[in-house]
């Protein structure tokens, strides 16, 4: 009875044991957990996560040609590994030194630290779109010429940063005076990043679509062109005939009307609701329901 105790109580202490956790393993467990969460919120808020799909599609494709036996593949994928991880390093080069310059800055403690709701995540307001939908429709009847870029999961700060920083609430007359002509901060995209415009006269990718007609100018072509490498919504008013049109996704919704304007700005703030819904349908459900019985 005794040996079979023993041989219970070594099999415990051999591969059932608790190990010794120090105060040195929890503090390692929270740093690294606090590294992961903002590395994938980094990928999140950058084209890096479009890439890094990309490169997981590729680690799958490596895993079925192994599990085929598909040794030309395999072969071809081991000789340019090495290239390939260099060339990584020079696709992510702009978000790796964004990333850098964000460490080195002296708030950067403090943002890690930060609790609570962030303007910047909150996405459009009611009062937002209706805001800039009324703006919109303003400048195209005045054939004012407009580049809006609504911000939306990507990180917009290295375009921002070209331009002056405003960090204004969002108001109609405040776009309309921006956009009107012969004034400092006219030329150039305004960019929204929350409910408040964060920059004016700021400078956009273009595009090199061959798809673009030769009528649209500069203006249309730089609205394509930052909607191809981030996820945002574009506002585009012409300053030949007014009319008005939105870039996204790389696509482009010519002669837009307020009902198309009010709905590609109200897809800017689904997912905010999404996840609002989603931290407090249980409060919002009781709440319902206190309504209904009175």
């Known amino acids: 009875m005794s040996a079979i105790f023993n041989y219970v109580q070594d099999f415990f202490d051999k591969y059932l044991a608790i190990p010794h956790v ?42 079925i040609a192994s599990l085929f036996h598909l040794t030309t593949l395999l072969w ?8 390939g991880i260099i060339a990584i390093v020079i ?5 790796l030194r964004r990333a850098l310059e964000e460490l080195g800055r002296k708030n950067v403690v403090l943002k890690f630290l930060k609790v609570g709701n962030n303007l910047d995540d909150e996405g459009l307001s ?27 999961e990507h990180d917009l ?3 921002s940063e070209t331009g002056i920083k405003i960090g204004a609430k969002i108001t109609s007359e405040l776009l309309i005076n921006i956009f009107e002509k012969n004034t400092p901060l006219h030329d150039g995209a305004v960019i929204v990043d929350g409910n408040r415009i964060a920059s004016a006269t700021c400078y956009l990718p273009l595009s090199d679509s061959i798809f673009i007609s030769k009528e649209l100018g500069t203006r ?14 574009v506002i585009i008013v012409s300053e030949e005939n007014g009319s008005i049109s939105i870039a996204r996704d790389g696509q482009l919704i010519q002669n837009a009307d307020a009902v198309i304007l009010k709905n590609e700005l109200m897809k800017a703030q689904t997912k905010v609701e999404a996840k609002q819904k989603k931290l407090f349908w249980k409060g919002r459900e009781r709440n319902e329901k206190n309504n209904d019985e009175d």
């Open 22 to 63: 120090y105060v040195s393993d929890i503090v390692e467990i929270i740093v690294i957990t606090v590294l992961i969460y903002y590395v994938i919120l980094w990928f999140r808020k950058s084209r890096a996560w479009t890439l890094l799909k990309g490169i997981f599609m590729i680690v799958i494709f490596m895993v």
């Open 76 to 83: 071809i994928i081991n000789k340019t590994l090495s290239a």
């Open 91 to 95: 696709i992510f080069q702009p978000e």
């Open 126 to 152: 009611d009062q937002s779109i209706e805001e800039i939908t009324k703006a919109t429709l303003k400048m195209a009847k005045a054939k004012t010429g407009a580049l809006i870029v609504i911000a939306k």
């Open 157 to 159: 700060s290295q375009y």
């Open 220 to 233: 249309h072509r730089a609205g394509m062109g930052i909607s191809e490498v981030t996820d945002c919504i």
